[in-house]
């Protein structure tokens, strides 16, 4: 699975770092970076992270070459 | 027949950002008839922003930044295949590989490729890179890795500083030549580009502004490069910040109103041809489109930015498969971002269409503010710096044209709207990095625009 995080959107709330401090981490202050293939063991808490967001910032999806060639 | 419009062939030239998403928005739309993707590169569709930092870090492989879908697009997929030519008669797009495809109704999202150091021979040495593809990454992120004396970074634009920013994190020693007088002033004005500059030799880059690069050096192998001051750089690798040219050289003959600063579109993303007159059956989105804005007196827009890649295909891809009286306008208010060298910098509106400029709240000392633009009397933009919460507040002001200098009210300051003080914004022209963001007049036929890159 892959995750992309609209930071246009994102306000630095750092709910995911919280929930998967794997994935997600902040970089100085405000600035998000993250982990764009999420690892198996992660994916609960990414999932997790995503339904947090306070502003629906990440999605979690399949990579189009994993379902659509 | 609305019905009608949820068929036929769409074809999109273009598989990045704004085409997989104005796929899925087709496919949500309710398209059901075939769909085709084109493709230079050979790589599904990835993204693009953190080539310039998780994947210099180290943090993240180039390949791992493949996009994820909101759902299948049910595409087939033409990749590493340029497209070359357009039949706007025959409805037919011509590939490179001989092949033609025909269309009921077309996007192009082609985009913006990196512009190339001037000198094919100086570009083609080993260890001269350029950044916007994920084998450019790769390639760059291997040698950052491999631990270089120095790396020249040419150009303080967004992404110039942000490598920059990575290789400094990486204990690597960079050299960042500009032609302007400091990093970001295109996109930000004078005030904050004094604070950019602040920044980067604080984190001990060494910032050379005012000076060209006159010639890179190397026997096969990049060794460093002349700067217009007489002083020379060694380095061991060297970064071509320079900008983005926009992929649009190969609808030259197609009658359309393209050329380098985009393709001509009306605010539903429409593209006109080159008598000015609007087509309905070819639509642009993303860095490829120049378009009408009214928040900025209907001049038109290019925009480099992930946000309007997004919000622009998808009004494309509803105005594809909806007829007229349904149809959605593209009025999003331009948003981007960077993060370098710990700060998180995000603007709203357009920076550059302004006269004045104030800090509406935090301080330049404390590297936390924002920064709000004006423009005859009204806001048209504000730049947060580690402030990002507060983007929104400001975005609203812009779009209800606020009076400048803005209220007492966001303000966590009692003397919030010191004094403004003039923007400063350059003309494009004396700077290295390209900007990012570009008013080009009102006209949408004129094709022509004035670079001079070096």
């Not at chain 1, 198996?40 to 999605?59: H, M, S």
């Not at chain 2, 590939?95 to 913006?112: E, F, M, N, Q, V």
């Not at chain 2, 460093?224 to 001051?229: P, V």
Request: net charge negative; aromatic share 6%; with cysteine.
């Amino acid at each position: 699975m892959r995750i992309v995080v609209d930071l246009t959107r994102c306000q630095g709330y750092a709910q995911c770092v919280f929930l998967a401090p794997e994935v997600f981490e902040l970089h100085g202050e405000d600035a998000l970076l993250y982990d764009p293939a999420v690892p198996d063991d992660q994916l609960d808490r990414v999932r997790q992270a995503a339904a947090a967001c306070p502003v629906q910032a990440i999605l979690v999806g399949e990579e189009v070459s994993a379902g659509a060639r | 027949m609305p019905g009608d419009l949820r068929e036929g062939r769409i074809v999109i030239i273009g598989a990045s950002l704004a085409g997989l998403r104005a796929a899925e928005t087709l496919r949500e739309e309710g398209f059901t008839g075939p769909l085709t993707m084109v493709g230079d590169e050979p790589h599904p569709p990835y993204d693009r922003p953190p080539l310039s930092k998780q994947v210099l870090l180290g943090k993240a492989s180039a390949s791992a930044t493949e996009l994820p879908t909101r759902r299948d697009p049910e595409a087939q997929w033409r990749l590493g295949v340029r497209a070359t030519g357009l039949d706007p008669v025959g409805k037919r797009v011509l590939l490179a590989d001989g092949d033609s495809l025909p269309y009921d109704r077309l996007l192009i999202a082609t985009g913006t490729r990196a512009r190339p150091w001037p000198n094919p021979e100086e570009a083609a040495l080993d260890g001269v890179f350029t950044l916007r593809t994920s084998d450019d990454a790769d390639g760059l992120a291997e040698r950052l890795a491999a631990g270089p004396r120095r790396v020249l970074v040419i150009g303080a634009g967004f992404t110039g500083s942000e490598i920059a920013s990575a290789c400094r994190e990486r204990g690597i020693e960079v050299t960042v030549a500009e032609r302007g007088p400091a990093p970001l002033v295109g996109a930000l004005g004078g005030t904050l580009a004094k604070l950019a500059a602040g920044l980067q030799r604080a984190h001990g880059v060494d910032l050379r502004c005012g000076v060209t690069v006159t010639a890179l050096h190397g026997n096969g192998r990049f060794t460093g490069a002349d700067l217009s001051d007489g002083s020379h750089i060694d380095a061991d690798v060297c970064v071509v910040a320079m900008g983005a040219v926009r992929n649009t050289e190969w609808l030259a003959d197609s009658g359309l109103a393209a050329g380098a600063r985009g393709v001509a579109c009306d605010a539903g993303c429409r593209a006109f041809n080159m008598y000015g007159i609007v087509t309905d059956d070819i639509f642009v989105a993303g860095d490829a489109a120049r378009f009408p804005h009214p928040l900025f007196e209907y001049q038109m827009l290019s925009l480099e930015h992930w946000g309007n890649a997004v919000a622009q295909a998808e009004v494309a891809a509803h105005n594809m498969v909806n007829p007229g009286p349904l149809r959605r306008p593209h009025l999003a208010v331009p948003v981007f971002w960077s993060s370098q060298f710990g700060l998180n910098i995000k603007s709203v509106g357009v920076p550059t269409f302004s006269d004045q400029v104030v800090i509406a709240q935090g301080s330049l000392d404390e590297r936390r503010l924002v920064m709000v633009y004006g423009y005859r009397g009204r806001v048209t933009a504000a730049v947060t710096v580690n402030m990002a919460k507060w983007l929104e507040y400001y975005e609203r002001l812009i779009e209800t044209a606020a009076p400048f200098p803005p209220a007492p009210g966001a303000a966590d300051r009692a003397t919030a709207a010191a004094v403004p003080v003039p923007s400063d914004v350059p003309d494009p022209k004396v700077l290295s990095h390209g900007p990012t963001v570009a008013l080009t007049g009102y006209l949408p036929d004129r094709r022509l625009t004035m670079v001079r890159p070096v």
